[in-house]
C-alpha cells in the first residue's frame, strides 16, 4: 500500500515475476502471449473486448507490459472508482478463459505486432544488441519470440506456463494513490484470494565470456543508420550501478551531456543520441544510442568512442558530477508526481530487493559518490573485451556496372589460358609441390645442422644420403618380407575359409546356421582371397604408379634437393611466382606453415614407428602370422586420428580368428593395451610438440585427397588442409580487425 494525498488518482498495478527469461525456446514469446491472453475473456466477462469497456466506462488508463524478467497489469483510475480496478485486475489473472479461437486471432495481431518492431529500426536495433550482448540465452531473446516459435504455442502450453509462474509466491499487487489503506488492502486480500499457492521458479543465469569487441551490422533499407552500443557493466545488487547510472547522464542522460552536445550540435550528425543504465538481477550494461547518417556510421563511432575515451583517461569534472547529481534527484521528484509511477518504484523495490528502499537513501548513496568513483568505474568497463555495437544501416547499393572492353576480354581469354595450361601440367605441378613439402621436412635438420656450424650444402646432402639408405634397407630388407607375407597370405586365405561351418567356435554359437547365410559367407570370403590376391599380384605395379613414374621421382629428387641446398630457396622460388604485392604475406604464410606441418609431420613419424614396433613385437610373442605387415600397417594407420588404430587392428583380428578364436581375442587385448600406452604415455610427449591440426580436417583431407589424387593426394592432403586453415584464419583475423576498426577500438581510438 502506498497511499498518498493531493491526488485524485489511484493506480493498481499487479506484478509477476516472470518474462521472456524464464521461457525455453521452444515457448519464445509465451509470457508476452499470455499477458495478451488474459484480456481476451474470463468467466464473468467471456467475451474478448467486454474488460475493455467495462475500464473505458469509467474513464480509466489501463494496459499491461512484458520485459525481460516481470510482467504487469496496471489499471489508473479515479479514487472513487479503484474497486472497479481491483475486480478487473483480479478476476483476468484468476479467471481466464484461454479461449482456442481468441488464440488463433491474438496469434495475427502478435505477427502484425513483430512485423510494427521490425518496421522500426531504432527499436529494432535495441533487440539486435541484446541478442548480441547476451547471445543465446533467454536474456537475449526477443521478448516478442518469432513468428515460428509463437504460432506453435498450444493452449496447453499457455495453461502449463501459467500454472507454473503466475502463483502468490511470483506476484505482488500494489496499490497506490488516493486511497483507503486499510480498506483497499482487505479488498485486495479478498479477491486475489484465487491466486494459488506456490514459489516463484528459478532462471537461467547468464554467465559473461566476452573475451574481445563484437559487432552486428545488419543490412536494411532504411534512411537512417542506428547505431546502439552496450558496455558491460553491474547487476542491480551491484551498488556500483549508482556510478554506472551517473556517468550514464554525464555521458547522454539528457541534452546538457557530452554525448548530446558533441554528436547533434558540434557534428550536426544526429537528430536523437542518448545513454541510460539497465541492470537485471545477474548483468547489465551501459548503454548509448543515436540515429546518424548511413554514410556517417563509421565517423560517429569513432567520435562516440573518443568520447568514451576521454572520461576514462580524464574522469569527469567537479561541475559535471554536480550537475549529474542534481539532475537525477530533480528528476526523481518528478518520477514520483504520478501514482503510477510510484507503484512501479514499490513494486520493484520489494520484488527484487525483497524490501522497499526510500528514495532518499538512494539519493544519499548517489551523494556519497566521488569523481573518483566514477573514474574507477570506467575504467573498469571502458574496455574493449566489454564493448558491443549493433547497427541497422543502408549499405552501399549503388547498381553495379559491368563494362567489358577488350582488355576484359584479353584477361579473360588469358586466365582461361593459363587454365588449360596448368591442368595440362598437372603432374609437374604435384611434383613441384610435393618438393616443396619435402624441402619443408628437411629444412629443420639443415637449421640444426647450421647451429652446430655444418655448412648447409653438406647438410642437406648428408639428410638425402641418410633418407635413400634408410629407404634402400627398407626395400632390402621389409618390402620383399612384407611382399612375401601378402603372396603367402592371399595363397593361404582360400585353404582357410573353405568352410565356414568347419570352425567349431561358430557351429557353438550358431548351431542352426541356415544355408543361405552359409552361402553369403562363402561369397563374401571369396570376394576377400581375389581383393588379397590382386594386392600381392598388383604390388609392383602399385609402387611405380604411388611414385608416378621414374621421371617424377627424378624430378621430386632434384627439385626438393634444389630448395633444400638454397638458403631461404622456398621464400626465392615463392619471391619468383607470386606476384609482389603479395609476396611479403606468401613468405609469412609459408613459414607459419611450414612449422606446424614440419611439427606435424615429426610427431606423426616418430608415433608411428613406436606404435609399429610395439605391433611388430607384440605379434611376434603371441604368435600371428604377417606381423611384419600388420606392424606397417599399425604405424600407416596413426596418421588416421581417431579411427586409424581401430582400422589397423581388424586385420590382423581377421587373420588371427582364422587361426584360433583364443588367439583372435589376445591380438585384440594386445591392441587395446597399445592404445592405451599410446593415449595415456607416448601421444602426450609427442604431442605436446606438434602444432595441432583438427582431427576432422585430417579425415576429410585424406578422404578427399585419396578421391581426387590417388596415393599423391593421401601424402599432400594434410599439407594442403593445414594451408587453407591457415588463409581462412588470415581472413578471419583481417574481419576481426575490420570490425574493430568499424567500433572504434582499435588501438588508436581504444577505449
Known amino acids: 500500500m502506498a497511499p498518498f494525498a493531493g491526488t485524485e488518482a489511484a493506480t493498481l498495478l499487479a506484478l509477476i515475476k516472470t518474462g521472456s527469461r524464464n521461457e525455453t525456446k521452444r515457448i519464445s514469446g509465451i509470457s508476452h502471449f499470455l499477458e495478451h491472453m488474459f484480456f481476451k475473456g474470463t468467466k464473468s466477462r467471456p467475451e474478448a473486448g467486454m474488460v475493455h469497456k467495462e475500464l473505458d466506462r469509467i474513464g480509466a488508463d489501463h494496459n499491461a507490459f512484458t520485459s525481460k524478467e516481470t510482467t504487469g497489469f496496471w489499471v489508473k483510475t479515479a479514487g472513487k472508482d479503484f474497486n472497479v480496478a481491483i475486480d478487473i485486475v483480479s478476476e483476468i489473472l484468476t479467471e481466464p478463459l484461454f479461449k482456442e479461437e481468441e488464440m488463433d486471432k491474438e496469434k495475427k495481431v502478435i505477427f502484425q505486432e513483430i512485423d510494427m518492431y521490425e518496421d522500426m529500426p531504432s527499436r529494432k536495433v535495441h533487440d539486435v544488441l541484446e541478442r548480441l550482448l547476451y547471445g543465446d540465452n533467454p536474456v537475449g531473446w526477443n521478448i516478442a519470440g518469432g513468428k515460428d516459435t509463437v504460432a506453435k504455442i498450444s493452449r496447453n502450453d499457455l495453461l502449463k506456463y501459467e500454472k507454473e509462474n503466475y ?7 500494489v496499490a497506490a ?8 488492502f482487505e479488498k485486495i486480500k479478498k479477491e486475489f484470494g484465487g491466486v494459488r499457492r506456490g514459489a516463484a521458479k528459478s532462471f537461467k543465469k547468464f554467465r559473461m565470456v566476452q573475451k574481445e569487441p563484437t559487432v552486428d551490422i545488419v543490412n536494411k533499407k532504411t534512411d537512417q543508420a542506428h547505431l546502439t552500443m552496450a558496455i558491460r557493466g553491474y547487476d542491480m545488487r551491484d551498488d556500483k550501478k549508482y556510478a554506472l547510472n551517473l556517468l550514464s547522464v554525464i555521458l547522454g542522460g539528457n541534452i546538457s551531456s557530452r554525448l548530446f552536445n558533441e554528436i547533434r550540435e558540434k557534428m550536426g550528425l544526429a537528430y536523437y543520441v542518448y545513454a541510460w543504465g539497465d541492470q537485471y538481477q545477474d548483468c547489465g550494461y551501459l548503454g548509448i544510442a543515436a540515429g546518424v547518417p548511413n554514410e556517417e556510421l563509421q565517423n560517429a563511432t569513432g567520435r562516440i568512442v573518443s568520447i568514451i575515451k576521454d572520461i576514462k583517461d580524464n574522469g569527469v569534472s567537479e561541475d559535471e558530477l554536480k550537475d549529474a547529481k542534481s539532475y537525477l534527484r530533480g528528476q526523481m521528484s518528478l518520477k514520483f508526481e504520478g501514482s503510477e509511477e510510484i507503484a512501479s518504484f514499490v513494486a520493484g523495490q520489494e520484488m527484487f530487493y525483497n524490501r522497499i528502499k526510500q528514495p532518499h537513501d538512494i539519493l544519499r548513496k548517489i551523494e556519497k559518490l566521488t569523481a573518483k568513483n566514477l573514474s574507477d568505474v570506467a575504467k573498469e568497463i571502458f574496455t574493449p573485451e566489454r564493448i558491443n555495437m549493433a547497427a541497422i544501416v543502408k549499405m552501399n547499393d549503388k547498381n553495379l556496372t559491368i563494362n567489358i572492353t577488350s582488355g576484359t576480354v584479353i584477361k579473360i581469354i588469358a586466365i582461361l589460358l593459363i587454365g588449360v595450361f596448368l591442368y595440362l601440367i598437372r603432374d609437374i605441378m604435384v611434383a613441384v609441390l610435393f618438393s616443396v613439402v619435402i624441402a619443408s621436412g628437411v629444412e629443420p635438420a639443415a637449421v640444426w645442422f647450421k647451429k652446430r656450424r655444418v655448412p648447409r650444402t653438406f647438410a642437406v646432402i648428408f639428410v638425402y644420403l641418410a633418407a635413400f639408405a634408410f629407404m634402400g634397407a627398407m626395400f632390402y630388407l621389409i618390402i620383399p618380407t612384407i611382399f612375401r607375407e601378402v603372396t603367402n597370405f592371399a595363397g593361404n586365405l582360400p585353404n582357410y575359409l573353405e568352410d565356414p561351418l568347419q570352425f567349431e567356435f561358430i557351429a557353438r554359437v550358431f548351431p542352426n546356421l541356415p544355408d543361405f547365410a552359409t552361402g553369403a559367407m562363402g561369397q563374401f570370403i571369396g ?3 581375389d581383393f588379397v590376391g590382386g594386392l600381392s599380384a598388383g604390388a609392383l605395379s602399385l609402387a611405380t604408379a604411388a611414385f608416378g613414374g621414374a621421371v617424377s621421382l627424378v624430378l621430386i629428387v632434384v627439385l626438393s634437393f634444389y630448395l633444400s641446398v638454397q638458403e631461404n630457396g622456398i621464400e626465392k622460388f615463392l619471391g619468383i611466382v607470386v606476384p609482389s604485392r603479395h609476396e611479403k604475406y606468401a613468405i609469412g604464410l609459408w613459414m607459419r606453415w611450414r612449422k606446424k606441418i614440419g611439427l606435424w609431420l615429426q610427431g606423426q613419424v616418430l608415433l608411428g614407428f613406436i606404435v609399429g614396433v610395439l605391433v611388430y613385437m607384440g605379434l611376434t610373442i603371441l604368435p600371428v602370422e604377417f606381423a611384419l605387415t600388420f606392424a606397417l600397417l599399425a604405424a600407416l594407420f596413426e596418421l588416421i586420428p ?4 581401430i582400422l589397423a ?23 587395446i593395451i597399445i592404445q592405451q600406452f599410446e593415449n595415456h604415455l607416448i601421444y ?3 604431442v605436446t610438440k606438434i602444432v595441432g591440426v583438427p582431427p576432422m580436417i585430417v579425415i576429410l583431407s585424406l578422404i578427399i585427397g585419396a578421391q581426387v589424387g590417388g596415393f599423391f593426394g593421401i601424402i599432400l592432403a594434410i599439407p594442403l588442409a593445414t594451408l587453407v586453415i591457415e588463409v581462412l584464419e588470415d581472413v578471419d583475423i583481417r574481419k576481426k580487425h575490420q570490425i574493430k ?8 581510438n581504444s577505449a
Open 527 to 529: 570376394k576377400v582371397s
Open 642 to 645: 581417431i579411427f586409424g588404430p
Open 177 to 184: 494513490g488516493n486511497i483507503n489503506k486499510n480498506e483497499i
Open 741 to 748: 576498426e568499424l567500433s572504434g577500438t582499435t588501438n588508436k
Open 684 to 686: 602426450p610427449l609427442v
Open 649 to 671: 587392428a581388424v586385420p590382423p583380428v581377421m587373420v588371427a580368428l582364422l587361426q584360433s578364436p583364443l588367439l583372435a581375442g589376445e591380438v585384440a587385448i594386445l591392441y
Open 167 to 173: 502463483v502468490a509466491g511470483n506476484m505482488l499487487v
